[in-house]
């Protein structure tokens, strides 16, 4: 089945301790990126990432990190939680970030930071 | 930088009727694409519909259609014969033609059916 698979589904941290929240997907999509969604703000972009090795920021970047060393896995790291990141958080590809690709997302972790 | 409004934080309709939502997005571009994604309560994100900005046809998938008034920048989701099953948030958003790379969404709209 195709799909983007997120882990974990919830996640419960305290201030400072270093998280990764990992996501792999199986449609060998190019494009990959993460959205943070907090209510009455709608979705917005942390970093995306158009192909192998080529990462970028997205509107909100601050206190988070991505890598794509593989063109399934696109990990969202979080070296120094705070509780302002508290949120609920989607990993998504598309196929490419160009022409209109529809965006294939996760199924969301719920990250408490206390 | 775009902006994507939706004006309509909730909605409720009941079984079988119709609803609109709204969604306006302000840009320069003039080729682009727009999408309606629904987040039911299990949160998952769904893709409902997409329209490509150049076709002036507007897009229909099954109960679910769209109103898209370019010159207006508008680009409203009509639901038909609304289920129990439709009740969910609903996210307009808007993607560049080139270089899309970002997606912008709204804040969303949380429509209820009511039965």
């Known amino acids: 089945e195709a799909q983007v698979t997120q882990n974990p589904r919830y996640l419960i941290t305290v201030t400072g301790k270093k998280l990764t929240v990992t996501c792999s997907q199986n449609m060998n999509h190019e494009y990959m990126s993460w959205y943070r969604q907090d209510p009455g703000l709608g979705l917005r972009q942390i970093y995306y990432s158009m192909n192998v090795e080529v990462t970028d920021k997205g509107d909100v970047p601050e206190g988070y990190k991505v890598s794509r060393k593989e063109k399934r896995n696109f990990p969202l790291i979080l070296e120094s939680p705070s509780p302002n990141q508290t949120s609920l958080y989607f990993c998504a590809s598309s196929l490419s970030g160009d022409f209109g690709s529809p965006l294939h997302f996760g199924n969301g972790t719920r990250l408490t930071v206390t | 930088a775009q902006t994507v409004t939706q004006s309509q934080p909730e909605m409720s309709v009941q079984e079988a009727e119709t609803v609109t939502l709204s969604c306006t997005y302000d840009?320069?571009?003039?080729?682009?694409?727009l999408f309606w994604y629904k987040q039911p309560p299990s949160r998952q994100m769904i893709l409902v519909i997409r329209?490509?900005?150049?076709?002036?046809q507007n897009a229909t998938e099954n109960r679910f259609s769209v109103n898209f008034q370019k010159a207006a920048k508008s680009f409203s989701l009509k639901i038909s014969d609304s289920q129990l099953g439709d009740t969910a948030m609903y996210f307009c958003?808007?993607?560049?033609?080139?270089?899309?790379?970002?997606?912008?969404f709204g804040t969303g709209t949380s429509l209820t059916v009511i039965p």
């Open positions: 958003a808007f993607m560049k033609s080139i270089t899309g790379n970002q997606f912008y």
């Open positions: 329209q490509e900005a150049y076709k002036q």
């Open positions: 840009t320069s571009e003039n080729n682009y694409y």
